[in-house]
């Protein structure tokens, strides 16, 4: 395709030197050892068996996984569970009722701990409400919330009584949310009537309301009050949570289901198209959610207090801030707001607050605490943090190196961990107690999982090369298929490379063997014959002191094919910018990276577009840079952003 690059898919661009042990306390106590990696390499199928012994089973599996009709996979598929029991109720029958299960902190500052036992008694009445609705085990359940405790008490609910849920993120739209009920085809809406953003109430029920006018298949909504705003009710279609909730018995039996129902479809927006019903189901799901949360953050369930830093609409918030978290038993923070609201120290504060000793969160938040300035986290006690999680974009290696210093202490390993809503749990990270970390490298397989990264041809490109990224065997939290789009998940996934599931990204393997994600190959630009991913020129750019936060992305030009344009956010101190700093930058590119990746123009803004899981959203960029029509901006956090780059692009040229 490309003779410059041989039969590489993408060049191989920015060396990193640094590397950090892990701490030798650590090491002697962690769950996941060299020994763990050698048994899993084995006999892969052996591995996974022992690992559904996390589970309690109604009926204990004796298959593990069945290919025989790839790419339709089945896991454990003669067991049989229930998902809610081995989140909540076998805990408590275990004499940890008293457990807290989440401190969970209100953005205005109320907070509540519920213990495990007070979950079981709420789901049960949660899911004693549903029955009373008319919901059957099948039926699809849209749940469209702030960060509180219902959401996950919603989510229970329809997992105990078989009913999949379809959780919508609250700050998408109207539109949005009736696009994901009709295509679900869900028959009851759990919502509220507002939540608090950035110290304001922010009204949902509304856009419920508006959602659906067009879908004629819903018949109840569940309105939990949150706010206490003024909120009309839809005579013979609305109740308040309090009202059908409230008055439940706390009892109620759960019923055991095959390991392959259904548990949950999550919708990821494709690059073009519409969104993509990603479905999950449960022996497999729930196994690979609760081993990678105890493996890769080495959870200690008695003694950790974990916090997922990430909304319950993103893949994220389902499988490690509920399912992963609670099956293991573990005590999570969950907090409703904006790390600025009221002050920039709240994320800090809530740590020292709570002991919190396990954070997982996203690069875009950490480069936002760059921006915001270190002297911020230094005015809080945050010695209790023994682990750092990353995830949902490469990390830059500066920011990598940040978070470790300012927020760790420079005692705290970085996993960071690449996955996606189709892979359902952990597929790449460092283990906190083997590896020896390294900036901006997810590194290697999660035990039992395995993991290429292929040339064109799908041949393995070998130790310092870059190419695709693919799964080649089955994992126990894989999709099983799209919703309702059997032929769009083969097509999507696993036709590109046959046999092998093609995750989208790009990847290459250092001279050790360890794998750095180098971002969607969508992205990938191809200057003079040279393909180069986008994120290794955006860490060239995030190394520079000057910068916060950098997009780059391929403009169409006459003579190189395609120019690299950046976006670049200054640091706090660093000004807004001017011609010398663009010069500065370029230069800075050239010197870390060579010539060939110095961007042809770069453009200094105050924000970057971004989806609701913090993901920079390069096609719009992309539309900027070559001066076209904007595409779809229905899935931005912040749709105003588009604007002021725009604004800020004409006035700068
Ligand atoms: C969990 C999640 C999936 C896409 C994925 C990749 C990017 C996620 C990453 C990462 C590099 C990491 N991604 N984690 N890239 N390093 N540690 O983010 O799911 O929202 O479906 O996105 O996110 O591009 O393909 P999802």
């Keep these: 395709m490309n003779a410059e690059a041989g039969n590489d898919a993408l060049d191989n661009l920015l060396t990193e030197e640094r590397t950090f042990p892990p701490p030798p306390e650590l090491v002697a106590q962690a769950n996941v050892t060299e020994d763990t990696y050698a048994q899993a390499a084995a006999d892969d199928e052996a591995f996974w068996a ?18 025989s009709n790839a790419p339709f996979a089945k896991w454990y598929a003669d067991g049989e569970l229930n998902a809610a029991y081995n989140c909540v109720d076998r805990h408590v029958e275990a004499g940890n009722g008293d457990r807290v299960a989440f401190h969970f902190e209100g953005e205005p500052g109320d907070q509540r701990d519920i213990t495990y036992a007070q979950l079981k008694d709420e789901v049960s009445q949660a899911a004693n ?3 009373e609705l008319g919901v059957q085990a099948g039926d699809r359940v849209a749940i469209y919330l702030p960060m509180i405790p219902e959401a996950v008490v919603a989510m229970l609910a329809c997992a105990r009584i078989g009913a999949p849920h379809t959780v919508v993120f609250g700050g998408f739209s109207a539109d949005a949310l009736a696009a994901r009920i009709n295509d679900c085809g869900c028959e009851v809406v759990i919502t509220a009537d507002g939540g608090y953003r950035r110290g304001k109430p922010a009204a949902l029920k509304p856009a419920v309301d508006k959602a659906l006018e067009s879908t004629p298949g819903v018949r109840s909504v569940i309105v939990i009050r949150r706010t206490g705003e003024e909120t009309p009710m839809t005579e013979g279609r609305d109740v308040w949570w309090d009202d059908i909730v409230g008055r439940q018995s706390t009892e109620h039996t759960p019923q055991a289901f095959p390991a392959e129902h259904p548990l949950y479809v999550m919708y990821t927006s494709g690059s073009t198209g519409k969104p993509k019903g990603i479905l999950h189901t449960t022996g497999g799901y729930l196994v690979g959610t609760a081993y990678t949360h105890w493996a890769t953050f080495d959870l200690k369930p008695e003694s950790d207090v974990f916090w997922t830093a990430a909304d319950i609409g993103w893949v994220t918030g389902h499988s490690y801030l509920v399912y992963g978290p609670l099956a293991n038993g573990a005590t999570s923070v969950m907090y409703e707001g904006t790390p600025d609201t009221p002050h920039q120290g709240r994320w800090w504060e809530i740590i020292d607050k709570y002991g919190v000793t396990i954070l997982y969160c996203a690069p875009t938040a950490i480069r936002t605490f760059m921006k915001w300035g270190h002297e911020i986290p230094e005015k809080y006690d945050l010695s209790s943090l023994r682990v750092l999680g990353s995830v949902g974009e490469p990390i830059n290696p500066e920011a990598y190196v940040w978070y470790r210093h300012y927020i760790g202490g420079d005692r705290t390993p970085v996993a960071d961990t690449w996955w996606q809503t189709e892979t359902g749990m952990h597929m790449i990270s460092p283990m906190p107690g083997v590896a020896d970390g390294k900036p901006g490298a997810a590194m290697r397989a999660v035990p039992g999982i ?22 080649t065997k089955p994992w126990p939290a894989m999709l099983r298929t799209l919703w309702n789009e059997d032929e769009r998940y083969v097509e999507t996934y696993w036709s590109r490379f046959p046999g092998m599931y093609f995750a989208g990204d790009g990847a290459k393997r250092d001279d050790d063997g360890d794998i750095w994600l180098l971002g969607r190959v969508d992205d990938v630009m191809n200057v003079s014959g040279h393909r180069m991913s986008t994120t290794e020129i955006e860490s060239a750019l995030v190394s520079h002191p000057k910068v916060a936060e950098a997009a780059v992305v391929g403009a169409t030009d006459e003579t190189t094919g395609q120019a690299i344009v950046a976006f670049v956010i200054l640091r706090g101190e660093a000004g807004d910018g001017g011609p010398e700093i663009v010069q500065e ?4 590119v050239a ?13 200094v803004v105050a924000e970057l577009p971004k989806t609701r899981s913090g993901k920079i959203m390069r096609r719009l960029l992309r539309d900027v840079a070559e001066n076209r029509e904007m595409g779809d901006v229905t899935t931005l956090q912040d749709s105003s952003v588009m604007d002021q780059i725009k604004g800020g692009m004409s006035a700068s040229s």
């Design 591 to 603: 010197q870390e990276i060579g010539a060939i990746a110095k961007p042809r123009s770069i453009m």
């Design 50 to 67: 022992e690992q559904a012994k996390r589970l309690s089973w109604a009926k204990e599996p004796t298959e593990v996984v069945d290919w």
């Design 450 to 471: 395995s993991v290429e990264v292929v040339n064109d041809e799908g041949q393995p490109v070998g130790n310092g090369k870059g190419g695709y990224l693919v799964v």
């Design 129 to 131: 409400a549903l029955i």
């Design 585 to 588: 930058l370029r230069n800075h």
